[in-house]
């Protein structure tokens, strides 16, 4: 797949950009074919140096004034290089961001609007400068207030946007593990695949070795590829930073609250509105605390979900949860859940099945019927682990089954914060 990218990309930076300067490219990279691959601990050592040319600080200010004479070695730098600054979070929502999305995609926003979405997107920017989607769509917004042969305003973040997508291509192929893109949050994943005009149709968090990947499931299409492999370790590795340590004690009760009657018999059923997680449920060792539920595996999960009046999130009420068992085939998912029920349901099964070429899987499927289109957080619990690890996900569509699939064995989900998706 290396060769069917590199027919796709379109070159406007300066020829520096194609090739990384012989003399501190093996400390820069780990390199494996071509591929410029992030060594984190030079890049800690370099971006902190004021005496070296990659010292953050004056690599941001470069790219912050479009120098297009930035090298792709730099540029390497200032995206990887981003990783070891305070104000990353690799899963962290914006809301200047949703309310810029939100001003944009409306019908016919005025130039009043589009000047304040632009605004939002400068505050978003001022804090992530190297996440594609701000600048894809402060083009937008520029194009639609300023028209679009306006190079002034439009070729900036033109530079922004390409620069960091080419930093993401040229760390790997996306053909397997060993070959898989590196990014440091999976929403760079979606501006990805989106800019080189695949569709997605469907995600599966994946190891291989100590190595966390995302394989995304594209549509048919005329470069013949069907997944494409992103390289996740660096997200993992900040939240481990992150989350704080609970003493044993407190992981023990929290384990015996959050089993949801693990002993009970195969078909039994928790008494309707019993609410099994309260909004402050403790999570599992090292997630803090958080709204949401936990579902063991092989468990059919039907809830309602109360819209809070102060915000844009849901108070989960677990209205019955059952034990399940055997194989689920989740390439008809909609076999498992009616076409019609109350507004604000939703139902999850989190079980075991089957992969197309026949190894085992964990899956979670489910159905909202809430109108909204949503978001949650989402921390999974390995079959021989004791703390819940982050996972990617999709979202929730309205009335739409989906599916998030694990090739491994896992023993529990917790589902967090599920909120509106602006």
């Not at 992030?38 to 800690?44: S, T, V």
């Not at 949503?374 to 990617?392: A, N, V, W």
């Amino acid at each position: 797949m290396k060769h069917k990218f590199l027919i796709l990309i379109v070159f406007f930076l300066s020829a520096s950009m194609a090739y990384c300067q012989e003399d501190t490219i093996e400390e820069l990279t780990v390199e494996q074919e071509s591929f410029i691959i992030p060594n984190f601990d030079y890049l800690a050592r370099v971006t902190a140096d004021p005496s070296s040319r990659f010292y953050y600080p004056r690599l941001l200010e470069r790219f912050k004034a479009v120098d297009t004479s930035m090298s792709l070695e730099e540029l390497h730098c200032l995206y990887y290089g981003f990783t070891l600054q305070k104000n990353y979070i690799p899963y962290s929502a914006d809301s200047e961001f949703d309310k810029a999305r939100e001003i944009i995609n409306s019908d016919n926003p005025s130039k009043r609007q589009l000047k304040r979405a632009i605004g939002y997107l400068d505050d978003a920017i001022a804090n992530n400068p190297v996440e594609p989607s701000l600048y894809n769509y402060r083009f937008v917004a520029n194009s639609m207030l300023y028209g679009e042969d306006n190079a002034e305003k439009l070729i900036p973040d033109y530079f922004h946007f390409m620069s960091l997508i080419e930093v993401i291509r040229s760390s790997g192929d996306g053909d397997s593990f060993p070959s898989a893109f590196y990014v440091i949050s999976p929403s760079h994943e979606y501006d990805f695949i989106r800019y080189y005009g695949f569709r997605f149709t469907g995600q599966e968090l994946a190891r291989d070795g100590k190595s966390s990947f995302d394989i995304i499931s594209v549509a048919e299409n005329e470069y013949g590829v069907e997944s494409i492999y992103f390289n996740i370790d660096v997200c993992f590795r900040s939240l481990s930073k992150i989350f704080v340590d609970v003493d044993t004690a407190d992981d023990d009760a929290d384990a015996n609250n959050l089993d949801m009657a693990s002993d009970d018999k195969a078909g039994a059923t928790v008494p309707m509105g019993t609410n099994l997680i309260s909004d402050t449920a403790s999570l599992s060792p090292g997630m803090g605390r958080s709204r949401g539920m936990v579902i063991p595996i092989n468990r059919k999960v039907v809830v309602r979900l109360h819209p809070s009046l102060t915000d844009d999130t849901y108070k989960i009420q677990i209205l019955s949860s059952e034990t399940v068992s055997g194989e689920f085939d989740f390439s008809n998912p909609t076999q498992y859940f009616p076409t019609e029920a109350e507004e604000n349901i939703a139902i999850f099964y989190f079980v075991h099945g089957k992969r197309n070429d026949g190894k085992p899987c964990d899956i979670l499927m489910f159905k909202s019927f809430c109108k909204n289109l949503l978001r949650y957080d989402s921390y999974i619990l390995y079959e021989d682990y004791k703390e819940y690890q982050l996972s990617s996900n999709d979202g929730i569509f309205p009335e739409v089954c989906g599916v998030e699939i694990w090739n491994y064995k896992l023993s529990a989900i917790h589902i967090a914060d599920i909120r509106i998706r602006k």
